[in-house]
């Protein structure tokens, strides 16, 4: 999808139905700044107000994507390529929060290991070293619910047994035994237990 020319559509069609960036912005309950990111294409409107944007501007969401009113003649076309460019630009978001996931793991887990590391080499009293050690676990505690949300929601988990591919709820990420990115879960399809991989695209 090109941003810039997505931009350009919501301005004209802003214009169009006689709304400044103020108001198209009001209506929508978000920021002035946001349509004018949109509309210089620096950024696209989020999914959760996409409707309400087309509705505003009396477009289709095809029409949005495609930056440009989308005719009957090539509309089928036209929405299998937004689609696809939508599961693109979601499977490079899913990467990035992969990325951040595990950064993220290694930065909540360096005051354990400093912790670790003072309790068992520098002298002190037990006690001192017992906290010292608590306190560094504090960070990864803490990071832990958001790391397992990351991990729930970025690609899917695919079923060893019949292939199914699909995203666990939190409780299953929660409780579920895991090596690396590979959670032992059950498969909401085939209702099997098996090691299922993470992967980003979904066939």
């Known amino acids: 999808m090109n941003q810039v020319k997505i931009g350009r559509f919501i301005a004209e069609r802003r214009k169009n139905a006689n ?9 929508l309950n978000i920021t002035d700044r946001a349509v004018s990111k949109w ?19 009396k477009i289709t969401v095809n029409d949005l ?5 989308v005719t009957m003649d090539n509309y089928s076309k036209e929405t299998e390529t937004n689609l696809l460019e939508i599961l693109k630009q979601k499977q490079e978001a899913d990467k990035r929060l992969l990325r951040m996931e595990f950064l993220a793991g290694i930065m909540a887990s360096i005051p ?12 002190m009293e037990e006690w001192k070293q ?18 397992l949300r990351i991990e729930q929601v970025a690609g899917f988990y695919e079923c060893r047994h019949c292939h199914h591919q699909y995203v666990p709820e939190y409780k299953s990420v929660f409780i579920a035994p895991h090596i690396g990115r590979t959670r032992y879960m059950k498969c909401p399809q085939c209702k099997k237990v098996s090691w299922q991989k ?4 979904k066939d």
């Open 65 to 69: 994507l495609s930056g440009e009113i």
């Open 112 to 123: 354990l290991a400093i912790g670790i590391v003072i309790g068992l080499f520098v002298p």
């Open 39 to 57: 509309e210089t294409g620096k950024s696209l409107p989020d999914a959760s107000i996409m409707l309400e944007l087309c509705d505003v501007l």
């Open 198 to 201: 993470k992967v980003l695209s």
């Open 19 to 27: 709304l400044t960036q103020m108001q198209l912005a009001e209506k």
């Open 130 to 147: 017992v906290v010292i050690v608590l306190s560094g676990m504090v960070p990864l505690l803490v990071a832990i619910p958001f790391l």
